[in-house]
């Protein structure tokens, strides 16, 4: 099975990624930015399908994040993006 883990860095990802025993991908902010449909799709399409997308990004906000790009990052945002990015 293969997993794809936005967020994998974060609080709630550190935690949730060693549970996993999976063929694991965990882009990093710069590899992957969430908050950009574009480069979403882009990281999307360069890797192989993944049968899981699990995001953790967003879930705790960070500091110096603003409401609008957070708001981009949570899952609700981050839903629609992927659907697009799908095959």
Known sequence: MKLTIFGASGMLGTALVP???AELATP???G?????AQ???QYMMSVEVPDIVINCAGAIPLAGCSAERHDRIR???V???LR???P
């Not at 992957?32 to 950009?36: E, G, K, L, V």
């Open 79 to 81: 839903q629609g993006r």
């Open 19 to 21: 549970r996993l025993a």
């Open 39 to 41: 480069r979403l799709r």
């Open 28 to 30: 990093s902010h710069n």
């Open 75 to 77: 899952p609700a945002g």
């Open 32 to 36: 992957c930015d969430i908050s950009n």
């Open 84 to 86: 697009s990015c799908a």
